[in-house]
Every structure is written in structure tokens, then in C-alpha cells.
């Protein structure tokens, strides 16, 4: 075998970050602070993605279920109605960073219809420990 043409050894591979993520949750939810949206369901689209610890995964004890960020979405909406998507996906993001293992939460909430000309306006929020 030839050497290497590097002049120093390259370090063993390691797992920098372990990001798990929701993308396109479509939910119905209480949302909007206009009078016509009071008393009426409106959809939101919602992504999530959460950083955890840099660890071995071999069960999924190690990691974090999917289903928990659904949980979370619709233990808000079954809370009543909310007043702003940013409000929305702060309580998202916080309700994600319950689970210790979840170093940072990025939630962006999507709320189609809301803008005639647009397909969806929205916001996103990004929580950190």
C-alpha cells in the first residue's frame, strides 16, 4: 500500500449533532387575533427541528419519538384559541425543550390563506438551553 500523501493522519470520524425533525405537519387549530377568526378552525403548517446530544442511537429510547412533537402540537391547539402564530411556535418550541435531551428547538408555524397573495406567511422562533 503507498503512503498517504497527507502528511499527518486524519482524525476517526465523530458524530458532531443528532438532528431530528417534523416537516409539514398540517393541523386545524384556533388561531388568529381578527374578529372573523374567532370561533373557527384555521390550518397551519408546521416544521420541526430539534438538536440533541451527539449520541449513540441504537433504540428508540436513545433518541426522540416523532409522535412527541405531534402530542405537543395538538396539546396547544386543545389548550383554545391562540392569538399569533409567534405565540404558537414559541409554546412548540418550549414544549419540545421539556425533554432534556433536546439542546435546541426550531419551529417554524406556516399558516396558509392567511395572505391572499402569498403562500403562506408565518414565522419561525429558535429556543436554545
Not at 498517504?4 to 470520524?13: D, G, R, T, V
Not at 433518541?63 to 402530542?71: A, D, G, H, R
Not at 389548550?79 to 426550531?106: K, N, P, S, Y
Not at 419551529?107 to 436554545?128: Q, S
Request: aromatic share 4%; glycine share 6%.
Amino acid at each position: 500500500m503507498a503512503p498517504s500523501p497527507l502528511p499527518f493522519q486524519a482524525p476517526e470520524p465523530r458524530r458532531e449533532a443528532l438532528t431530528v425533525f417534523v416537516r409539514g405537519l398540517r393541523v386545524e387549530a384556533g388561531i388568529g387575533v381578527h374578529d372573523h377568526e374567532q370561533g373557527r378552525l384555521q390550518p397551519l403548517v408546521i416544521d420541526v427541528e430539534l438538536t440533541l446530544a451527539p449520541v449513540d442511537v441504537e433504540r428508540l429510547a436513545d433518541t426522540l419519538n416523532y409522535e412527541t412533537v405531534s402530542e405537543a402540537t395538538r396539546a396547544i391547539i386543545a389548550a383554545g384559541h391562540v392569538g399569533l402564530v409567534e405565540t404558537f411556535a414559541d409554546r412548540l418550541a418550549l414544549a419540545c425543550l421539556e425533554d432534556h435531551r433536546v439542546m435546541a428547538a426550531r419551529v417554524r408555524v406556516e399558516k396558509p390563506g392567511a395572505l391572499a397573495d402569498a403562500a403562506a406567511p408565518g414565522c419561525e422562533v429558535v429556543w436554545r438551553r
